[in-house]
């Protein structure tokens, strides 16, 4: 028999809502009575009725004791840990909460492919980065991740460096070596903050890779909204149990905004408790039909290959595909103009797709129709040399200044032409996935240069570099 769930906050704003308040405070649209016609016509003006503040009731986010203190913690509950704040200001939030709170003034081991909002986190916080290696895969230059002993290796090197930052999973679903790497962490004694933005659903199937906050990670971070039936902007921040360094609450409140959605927080509880309620049934579901979608694409389609490699440990729910023909951009814009599909990123090798935890035959149906019509469509172009260059980085850059130093040090803008041999002054990134090939006081050689331009930029676009002496 399944657990059933208290959805805490959603009751207080159901009654308050039976009693239909007359609104004399924020917001301004009063309980929907003023929303702008064509939402009104769109979406109707019920939900916006729902939009409250800080009444009777409903607690406050940011000293919460009542209905949203008891939502978070059934929600650490679910999702198997100590505590669980909610996030209305994104995954961003969260993880400058959790830096600045176990970081502040400290070395951190930060791999190369961490989102961008982990780097301004270590702005934030006044930490120091100390950069991890990236293994790449030599066909598509995708990053599989931090090598187990090659972390161990900086360990020994680096003593005084007691923090560490993972990515679980990688954009298109890579897991390979990083519970081995939590486990080494916390051998040596080092507190483990996880960007876990595209793994919110990791920890409800056994037949999922791990989330690693189920490994023993101290603050990990959830985009709820990625892949669970959440409002965008949803996210939480999971604290372990066993984790004793500085709370990050106190940063939460300062980072968060003081006017928060109820929208929001409601959507991130009702989440919660369909995780807690019905997650393991529909992935249990889902992972068939999954699978038999990439034994379609596998041996009826053509020029179309599912991406998947057993050692990277994936997560199914990311379905990343390669063309004989066509690039990524490519293939995104045909199945946007042409079939009204639209994937969640593409980059030179491929096109990536997240799937719904609740996968079902119609679904799967729908998104291969698109697929095979893109196929024919492969067909009637040349076979191309696919290139290798993908936005990472094999080798870490040059640091000329210090990330914090960089930052606010003069720039000005040049082309990219003119870019070889002088410092970064901006982050240089594709967005998505939004991970930096270069950060702000690093070196821009030839070669990133050339990577640059590979990877569709253009030697006229505008690039910030910092001002010569």
């Keep these: 028999m399944h657990t059933q769930y208290t959805p805490f906050l959603w009751q207080q704003m159901e009654q308050l809502h039976r009693q239909q308040p007359f609104s004399g405070h924020t917001p301004g649209h009063k309980n929907g009575a003023f929303l702008p016609a064509q939402l009104q016509q769109a979406w109707g003006a019920q939900f916006a009725s729902y939009d409250y503040t800080e009444l009777d009731g409903l607690d406050n986010l940011h000293f919460s004791g009542g209905c949203i203190a008891q939502s978070q913690q059934q929600a650490a509950a679910i999702f198997g840990t100590g505590q669980c704040f909610y996030l209305i200001n994104g995954t961003t939030a969260g993880l400058q909460a959790a830096i600045m709170a176990a970081c502040s003034n400290q070395k951190v081991f930060v791999p190369r492919h961490v989102h961008r909002s982990v780097y301004h986190s270590l702005l934030l916080a006044h930490a120091e980065p100390i950069y991890l290696p990236l293994e790449l895969d030599p066909a598509t230059s995708l990053p599989t991740g931090i090598r187990p002993d090659l972390l161990q290796q900086y360990m020994q090197q680096y003593p005084d460096c007691r923090n560490l930052i993972l990515v679980n999973p990688t954009y298109q679903g890579i897991t390979a070596g990083n519970v081995q790497c939590v486990q080494l962490a916390k051998q040596y004694g080092l507190t483990v903050i996880v960007d876990e933005a595209h ?206 130093q960089a930052f606010y040090m003069p720039k000005e803008q040049i082309c990219w032409a003119q870019a070889a041999h002088r410092t970064a002054g901006q982050f240089i990134l594709r967005y998505p996935p939004g991970i930096p090939l270069l950060v702000p006081g690093e070196h821009i050689s030839a070669e990133i240069v050339q990577l640059w331009l590979a990877s569709g930029g253009t030697a006229h676009e505008k690039v910030t570099v910092l001002t010569e002496a």
Excluded at 241 to 263: A, N
Excluded at 348 to 354: A, C, D, E, R, T
């Design 199 to 404: 793994g919110s659903h990791l920890h409800f199937h056994p037949e999922l890779p791990s989330s690693l906050l189920d490994a023993g990670a101290d603050l990990v971070v959830q985009s709820w909204h990625k892949t669970l039936p959440v409002l965008t902007q949803g996210s939480a921040l999971l604290v372990h149990e066993q984790y004793s360094g500085p709370s990050p609450e106190p940063f939460l409140s300062l980072l968060q905004t003081t006017s928060p959605s109820y929208l929001l927080m409601a959507s991130l509880e009702a989440g919660s408790i369909y995780m807690g309620e019905q997650a393991k049934q529909h992935i249990q579901q889902s992972l068939p039909l999954i699978f038999s979608l990439h034994e379609q694409i596998n041996s009826t389609l053509q020029t179309l290959h599912v991406l998947w490699q057993p050692q990277w440990q994936q997560d199914p729910f990311k379905l990343y595909l390669i063309s004989d023909h066509l690039s990524g951009a490519a293939m995104d814009a045909y199945l946007r103009t042409q079939q009204a599909v639209y994937s969640e990123m593409h980059d030179n090798q491929g096109i990536l797709f997240i799937l719904p935890i609740q996968t079902t035959a119609q679904w799967t149906q729908r998104i291969y129709q698109a697929l095979a019509a893109l196929d024919r469509y492969s067909l009637s172009q040349p076979m191309v040399q696919q290139t290798t260059a993908s936005f990472y980085c094999r080798e870490i850059p040059q640091q000329q200044y210090p990330l914090h």
